[in-house]
């Protein structure tokens, strides 16, 4: 299994950007992804969720820091999750991960398949 995170870089306050994770290995559209962050000197903070399998298949989820100006996604075409970033504030620099596993999208700490993370840095 492998998940490969990109679209990181050096944005202004107030600007945007989008992350892609493309996955291979396993069978994309049945599992739960998330993405989490990691900031120098704090743990990982759960970011955002997006649901696979039957029933709640593409429903989101969102942490409150960032509802309302991120947005999670998925290409089942192309097996990738995406991360629209918008209206981007210092506090949202960090690492970020895309994530995935067997449990539901909130038991995040025990997904067992995580990419490299790319970097984003908010900053004027």
């Known amino acids: 299994v492998q998940l490969v995170e990109s679209g990181g870089g050096l944005v202004q306050p107030g600007g945007s950007l989008t992350l892609s994770c493309v996955v291979s290995?396993?069978?994309?559209?049945?599992?739960?992804m998330v993405w989490i962050r990691e900031a120098p000197g704090k743990g990982p903070e759960w970011v955002s969720g997006?649901?696979?399998?039957?029933?709640?298949?593409?429903?989101?989820y969102y942490a409150d820091s960032v509802k309302g100006r991120f947005t999670i996604s998925r290409d089942y075409s192309m097996n990738t999750l995406f991360l629209q970033m918008n209206n981007l504030k210092p506090e949202d620099s960090a690492k970020y991960h895309c994530?995935?596993?067997?449990?539901?999208?909130?038991?995040?700490?025990?997904?067992?398949?995580w990419g490299q993370g790319t970097q984003v840095t908010v900053s004027s």
């Open positions: 994530a995935t596993g067997q449990q539901d999208y909130y038991r995040w700490g025990e997904y067992d398949y």
């Open positions: 290995g396993l069978t994309f559209g049945i599992y739960d």
């Open positions: 997006i649901k696979g399998g039957a029933g709640t298949t593409g429903s989101t």
